[in-house]
């Protein structure tokens, strides 16, 4: 089946940068979109730009517009999220998500990496 | 603030109905499929309702999902004590270009 595993936690100061990996495993990587969404501490859910690797061209958020590069390695099935120019506020769990496959083609949300803790901190 | 308003809380009795509603307008709900998701604490949200009122595989009947304008709920009926964790609502908003979140329902079983 379809996994989603992203790399470990980070902690990270103010003004740097972060990358998060998500390796794809258990079916084709190249057509479905895939998601980055975080979640501050006791908050909700928050979608920050999705890729799908055959068009290369991802799409963000006007709030990380300028912040965060999102890209893929074919060869690898992985996914990246480069976060940038870090804040406090940046403290969260950051999520990849494959679109799923249904009834009638692929659809958001279907299948989610366990997260990643970044922690920004002086 | 979020762009989809959900009730932060909901709750029931082992057994009965509990509904869920997420409200949006005309540039999400109103246009796009609404998604529901449930999420228990310290792991990823999981997919429950897709494009309106499709259960993926493995998500039981108990579950279902409606949409009617600019509005969406989440019915659970049946309801457990392992059903007591937050649901999410989103819509891909086409003003913002971007997909959007409701802030998020407490279920409590009493």
């Known amino acids: 089946q379809v996994q989603l595993v992203q790399s470990g936690a980070e902690v990270k100061k103010p003004g740097s940068s972060v990358k998060v990996s998500c390796k794809v495993s258990g079916d084709t990587f190249s057509s479905h979109a895939i998601n980055w969404v975080r979640q501050a501490p006791g908050q909700g859910l928050e979608w920050i730009g999705r890729i799908i690797p055959i068009f290369r061209s991802p799409n963000f958020a006007q709030k990380f517009q300028g912040r965060v590069t999102i890209t893929t390695d074919d060869s690898t099935n992985t996914a990246y999220m480069e976060l940038s120019s870090l804040r406090f506020d940046d403290t969260a769990i950051y999520f990849c998500a494959r679109d799923g496959t249904g009834i009638r083609g692929s659809h958001f949300g279907g299948y989610w990496g366990q997260g990643t803790l970044l922690s920004v901190s002086s | 603030q979020s762009v989809l308003t959900q009730p932060p809380s909901a709750s029931g009795t082992p057994g009965q109905r509990v509904t869920i509603s997420c409200s949006g307008s005309g540039s999400n709900i109103g246009t796009n499929e609404i998604y529901w998701f449930q999420q228990f604490p310290g792991t990823a949200p999981k997919l429950l309702i897709y494009?309106?009122?499709q259960r993926p595989s493995g998500v039981p009947d108990r579950f279902s999902g409606s949409k009617s304008g600019s509005s969406a709920s989440l019915a659970i009926s049946g309801l457990r004590s392992d059903d007591e964790v937050v649901y999410y609502c989103a819509s891909w908003d086409d003003t913002l270009s971007a997909w959007v979140f409701g802030g998020g329902t407490q279920v409590t079983v009493l």
């Open positions: 494009r309106n009122d």
